[in-house]
């Protein structure tokens, strides 16, 4: 659930594969639900189809262009889906693949790229995947690696990757740019930052200081989020806890008061509650910014649809103006308010957090792929007129109905399993992984698509996300496996918790 838009190339999506056959395989719901075994098995084949496919055609290179069989390089040409794969192969225990990428993360050089490097990117992907390989390999899954020199490896890289990033919080308020080009060891010139890039930051490099005992690394991402905890001015915080958008690099302070749980925004409030779970003691000042956020959340972004008054949704804002607008990206909303619900025993927060799986789960159910779109409104006044009969039944419009193979909305089914244990969410997350896996199943992998709302999802955009491993196979995985310490606790006690791409990291002092 990150957070900012993801870009995708622009010459990816032009790339000239309109003229091949398409698959059009229609997905129809399946009643039963199957054991668990056979639900995880098929968890693990799609990730194996898709590593396959990615190994053939596109390692070591970002991405696999699935439907002709090509690739893609828009993480820096480091090896994206390998990185992002490994922590889904070592919870799945896919030896063979965890030592196929370990083997191979050595062979990195981190500071060599030729493209624009996004310090909020890198981070998440690249040292989450390596840091959550180490604290596996180093803890309870140490025999999946046959290479112990490749283990140190992942922390040697790790620090080496970070500093080759450190350079982008040399600016005059520790406030760093995000977009960097190595080469020059300069940057994009922009003036603001933004609140997710900013903030989604401190878990992966306060983990990294506490692996290598180098404490600078979480000293330069916590100077950065001390203006997030404490903004200014008072105008660009409209309610106690919800905050702007923009973050002036050259002073620290707010530019603006637009924000909520969409993209851009998100996983700086989703870090807010993690690194409490990471360590209460280091980081309780971060729980009581979740909760202010979280009461005014409930206080003045929930919204309910006029035809659905029994679905609920979180708005966006402009200061105290709301926009009825949201996306997919949103979705581990849900997730992320039990999460804290159980953490702090509040039992009102995760109630309400299944209310906003609820309403993700209905941008799934009801469009003719059974996948949930990429936006999507609920302003009465401005449905478009093409949509005026599917709004009065879903209490929602379709704004822009790709789906690239996100994982936000099974992550929240996850985080709504974990702490009910009820099949019912086990249920919505093999109908999002049936659906999923249907409708973009092409080529030698998993596509992203256009369009949600068409039979068979319109065309393929011939995309296949590094987080598609990261993320929407672990949380499928997950849901439906046995028992183990990385699972999310169902008392509030976690020994491991996941960095927004989905890796999970040991707790301080949870060695
Ligand atoms: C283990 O990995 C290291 C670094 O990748 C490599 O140099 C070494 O040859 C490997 N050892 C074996 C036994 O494969
Ligand atoms: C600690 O990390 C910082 C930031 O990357 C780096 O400049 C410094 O050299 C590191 N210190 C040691 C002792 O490695
Ligand atoms: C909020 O809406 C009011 C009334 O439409 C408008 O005057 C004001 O400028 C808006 N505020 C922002 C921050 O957009
Ligand atoms: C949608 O509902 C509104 C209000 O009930 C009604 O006026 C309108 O005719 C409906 N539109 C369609 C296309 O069903």
Request: glycine share 12%; hydrophobic share 35%.
């Given at each position: 659930m990150v957070r900012i838009k993801r870009v995708v190339a622009v010459a990816v999506l032009l790339s000239g594969a309109s003229a091949l056959p398409r698959r059009r395989k229609l997905y129809h719901r399946q009643e039963e639900l199957p054991p668990a075994e056979e639900r995880t098995q098929a968890v693990i084949g799609a990730f194996r189809t898709a590593w396959d496919g990615y190994y053939q055609y596109a390692f070591p290179n970002d991405e696999l262009l699935p439907q002709t069989n090509d690739f893609g390089n828009s993480r820096n040409g480091w090896g994206a889906s390998a990185v992002d794969a490994l922590s889904t192969a070592l919870v799945m225990q896919q030896k063979d693949i965890v030592n196929q990428i370990i083997d191979y993360i050595p062979t990195i050089d981190y500071y060599e790229t030729k493209t624009e490097v996004s310090l909020f990117e890198t981070t998440i992907r690249y040292l989450g995947g390596m840091l959550s390989g180490y604290d596996f390999l180093t803890g309870p899954l140490a025999d999946l690696a046959d290479n112990k020199t490749n283990v140190e490896a992942l922390l040697e890289q790790s620090k080496t990757l970070a500093n080759a990033l450190s350079y982008a919080f040399d600016t005059p308020s520790g406030v760093p740019y995000n977009n960097l080009n190595f080469a020059t060891r300069g940057n994009d010139g922009a003036s603001d930052n933004g609140l997710a890039t900013v903030g989604t930051l401190i878990l992966e490099w306060v983990r990294l200081a506490d692996l290598s005992g180098n404490s600078t690394y979480g000293d330069l991402a916590a100077k950065a989020e001390q203006y997030l905890l404490n903004p200014t001015p008072s105008p660009s915080e409209p309610w106690p806890g919800l905050v702007g958008s923009a973050i002036s690099i050259e002073t620290g302070v707010f530019t603006n008061a637009n924000g909520g749980w969409n993209g851009g925004t998100d996983s700086f409030y989703e870090y807010l509650i993690k690194m409490y779970i990471y360590d209460p003691s280091r980081f309780s000042d971060f729980a009581d910014r979740w909760v202010l956020a979280i009461d005014s959340s409930i206080a003045h972004l929930a919204s309910s649809p006029k035809p659905r008054p029994d679905i609920t949704f979180l708005a966006a804002y402009n200061g105290q103006n709301l926009s009825l607008i949201?996306?997919?990206?949103?979705?581990?909303?849900?997730?992320?308010?039990?999460?804290?619900?159980?953490?702090?025993?509040?039992?009102?927060?995760?109630?309400?957090?299944?209310?906003?799986?609820?309403?993700c789960h209905e941008t799934y159910i009801q469009t003719a792929t059974h996948i949930g779109p990429e936006t999507f409104g609920w302003d009465p006044a401005a449905v478009p007129a093409d949509q005026?009969?599917?709004?009065?039944?879903?209490?929602?419009?379709?704004?822009?109905?790709?789906?690239?193979?996100?994982?936000?909305?099974?992550?929240?089914?996850?985080?709504?399993?974990?702490?009910?244990?009820?099949?019912?969410?086990?249920?919505?997350?093999?109908?999002?992984?049936?659906?999923?896996?249907?409708?973009?199943?092409?080529?030698?992998?998993?596509?992203?698509?256009?369009?949600?709302?068409?039979?068979?999802?319109?065309?393929?955009?011939?995309?296949?996300?590094?987080?598609?491993?990261?993320?929407?196979?672990?949380?499928?995985?997950?849901?439906?496996?046995?028992?183990?310490?990385?699972?999310?606790?169902?008392?509030?006690?976690?020994?491991?918790?996941?960095?927004?791409?989905?890796?999970?990291?040991?707790?301080?002092?949870?060695?």
């Open positions: 949201s996306q997919h990206l949103a979705c581990f909303d849900g997730g992320n308010f039990i999460l804290g619900g159980q953490v702090l025993h509040r039992q009102d927060y995760i109630d309400f957090g299944l209310e906003l799986v609820n309403g005026a009969s599917f709004f009065n039944r879903t209490g929602f419009y379709i704004r822009d109905g790709g789906y690239q193979l996100r994982p936000e909305v099974i992550e929240s089914y996850y985080y709504a399993y974990r702490a009910t244990g009820d099949a019912k969410y086990q249920e919505w997350a093999w109908d999002a992984f049936q659906a999923i896996t249907a409708t973009t199943r092409v080529g030698s992998g998993y596509s992203s698509i256009s369009d949600v709302n068409a039979e068979g999802g319109g065309r393929f955009t011939n995309f296949q996300e590094s987080f598609w491993f990261a993320e929407v196979l672990k949380y499928s995985y997950l849901i439906h496996a046995e028992e183990a310490e990385w699972q999310v606790s169902r008392e509030g006690k976690n020994k491991w918790v996941f960095n927004t791409e989905a890796h999970p990291f040991r707790v301080a002092g949870g060695e």
